[in-house]
C-alpha cells in the first residue's frame, strides 16, 4: 500500500495525442518494471463518435523494444461508445511475469481520438521513488499543517 503517490509510484506517459481514427492499433512506449511489481495504465480519450470501439490491452516481453510482447491473458478493457467523448479507459496490471510491459489501443468501428496514456508504476522495491524528467514539476503536501 502506498502513503504518497508522488514517493511511491512513479509517473510515465506512455503515449501522446492521436488523431481520431477508426481502424488500428496504437502503441504506446514500453514500461520497464524494473523496480515495480504493478503499473496502471490511464487512457484519456478525446472526441469518440458513438458506437466507436475502444480496448486497451497489455502485454509483456523480455525485450526492450516489445518486439517479442505476447498479449497478457484477461489485460484488457473494452469501452463500446455511447456519449463517450473525453471518458478514461484504465487498465491495471499486477505482477507481470516479464520485466517489459507494452500497453496498446485497438479503435475499430467508428471514430476516436486519444488524448494521452500514462502509466503509473506502483508497489516499488525502493522508495523514494525519482520521477522521470518528464514531470516537470510536482508538489507534496499534507494539509493542515
Do not use: H, W
Not at 481502424?23 to 495504465?41: E, K, L, P
Not at 478525446?46 to 502485454?59: E, I, K, P, Q, Y
Not at 523494444?65 to 499486477?94: C, E, H, M, R, Y
Amino acid at each position: 500500500m502506498f502513503r504518497n503517490m508522488l514517493k511511491d509510484c512513479k509517473i510515465v506517459r506512455i503515449m501522446n495525442a492521436i488523431a481520431a481514427n477508426s481502424n488500428g492499433t496504437q502503441t504506446g512506449t514500453v514500461v520497464t518494471m524494473d523496480g515495480f511489481d504493478s503499473v496502471c495504465a490511464v487512457l484519456d480519450l478525446a472526441a469518440v463518435t458513438d458506437t466507436a470501439t475502444v480496448t486497451l490491452r497489455a502485454g509483456d516481453g523480455s525485450l526492450s523494444n516489445g518486439a517479442d510482447k505476447a498479449n497478457i491473458a484477461g489485460a484488457s478493457a473494452t469501452l463500446t461508445a455511447s456519449t463517450s467523448s473525453n471518458f478514461q479507459v484504465v487498465l491495471d496490471v499486477q505482477k507481470p511475469l516479464l520485466e517489459y510491459v507494452t500497453f496498446s489501443v485497438d479503435q475499430a468501428v467508428a471514430n476516436s481520438a486519444i488524448g494521452s496514456m500514462t502509466a503509473y508504476l506502483y508497489n516499488a522495491k525502493n522508495i523514494p521513488v525519482t520521477q522521470p524528467s518528464s514531470v516537470a514539476a510536482s508538489t507534496f503536501k499534507v494539509a493542515n499543517s
